[in-house]
């Protein structure tokens, strides 16, 4: 079992950075894909970015590939989204996910969440 704990949201003016961190506890996390997903006010929560078991395989949605970028250390037990050019539309509740499936793209995949931290971008 894994525990995720986001951290580094905030507010922030459109066009600047932020970078996103989901801690995990727990063994092995070095065996547990893992993805961020996010949720805005009154829609569904959306697959943003995915990366494997050793980070050699990034996956990114439509809407912000070119301008996210998702890493690891397993070393740290941490995954890493750093988001760059933000807009408007990137305002919601962004989630880590995991699991030890050999892929994670959707909701249903997902075995272990966060608690998800807030991203505000201002226009």
């Known amino acids: 079992q894994v525990q995720l704990v986001e951290s580094g949201g905030g507010l922030v003016q459109a066009g600047g950075s932020l970078r996103l961190s989901c801690a995990a506890s727990?063994?092995?996390?070095?065996?547990?894909?893992t993805a961020w997903f996010r949720q805005a006010p009154g829609k569904e929560r959306e697959f943003v970015a995915a990366?494997?078991?050793?980070?050699?395989?990034?996956y990114y949605a439509d809407s912000v590939k070119g301008r996210f970028t998702i890493s690891r250390d397993n070393a740290k037990n941490t995954v890493y989204l750093q988001m760059n050019s933000l807009k408007p539309e990137d305002t919601a509740v962004y989630y880590c996910?995991?699991?030890?499936?050999?892929?994670?793209?959707?909701?249903?995949?997902?075995?272990?969440w966060g608690q998800g931290t807030q991203v505000t971008v201002s226009s």
């Open positions: 996910a995991a699991t030890r499936k050999t892929w994670l793209q959707t909701r249903e995949m997902a075995d272990y």
């Open positions: 727990g063994r092995a996390f070095s065996s547990y894909v």
């Open positions: 990366i494997s078991t050793s980070g050699g395989i990034t």
